[in-house]
T-cell receptor
């Protein structure tokens, strides 16, 4: 059983479309992070959300942390082919020591 | 340039032959960690270290050892590799600001055990 679930697992869209990916857990997290990973490379940190209800924007990407700090979403506006990659949410659940867990990821493909 | 380096990047070995994958960071980070990434299973934490001489098990520590004798280095040791340890391995480090553990990853080591 994964501590972090992500949906959808795969997403293929046309350039210019909007999309939202979700990260959910039954556990409470002090903070959640989003990473993007490209084939053959290590994940790269996009953002950290810390406060319940927090919204952070990074150009065309909007990240939200749920009020209960158990879930998060990533919304991309006007997707571009350069957004293609594996999007991972991650964090250290409370009452889990300093162990760090990752969700299984959403593989996004943006077609030109 | 701030970075996490891993060596080797690719390794093919045989069952039972001890190997070490090195990891080094130049950002003076306290927290370091090792992960393996497998299709369908995602990234799973093997071991982590909060500081020098402080290490602890992650979710999948069996068959692995680590050491943290210096702040910048965190080698991963496979004493007797087996085929089920064939995987893509990542080292990461974190400044651990406010407990957020924002992590910076190395380029990965692809290990094949035959």
């Amino acid at each position: 059983t994964q501590l972090l679930e992500q949906s959808p697992q795969f997403l293929s869209i046309q350039e210019g479309e909007n999309l939202t990916v979700y990260c959910n857990s039954s556990s409470v997290f002090s903070s959640l992070q989003w990473y993007r990973q490209e084939p053959g490379e290590g994940p790269v940190l996009l953002v950290t959300v810390v406060t319940g209800g927090e919204v952070k924007k990074l150009k065309r990407l909007t990240f939200q942390f749920g009020d209960a700090r158990k879930d998060s979403s990533l919304h991309i506006t006007a997707a571009q082919p350069g957004d293609t990659g594996l999007y991972l949410c991650a964090g250290a659940p409370r009452n889990y020591g300093q162990n760090f867990v990752f969700g299984p990821g959403t593989r996004l493909s943006v077609l030109p | 340039e701030a970075q996490v380096t891993q060596n080797p990047r690719y390794l093919i070995t045989v069952t039972g032959k001890k190997l070490t994958v090195t990891c080094s960071q130049n950002m003076n980070h306290e927290y370091m960690s090792w992960y393996r990434q497998d299709p369908g299973l995602g990234l799973r934490q093997i071991y982590y270290s909060m500081n020098v001489e402080v290490t602890d098990k992650g979710d999948v520590p069996e068959g692995y050892k680590v050491s943290r004798k210096e702040k910048r280095n965190f080698p991963l040791i496979l004493e007797s590799p087996s085929p089920n340890q064939t995987s893509l391995y990542f080292c990461a480090s974190s400044p651990n600001t406010g407990g957020a553990y924002e992590q910076y990853f190395g380029p990965g080591t692809r290990l094949t055990v035959t």
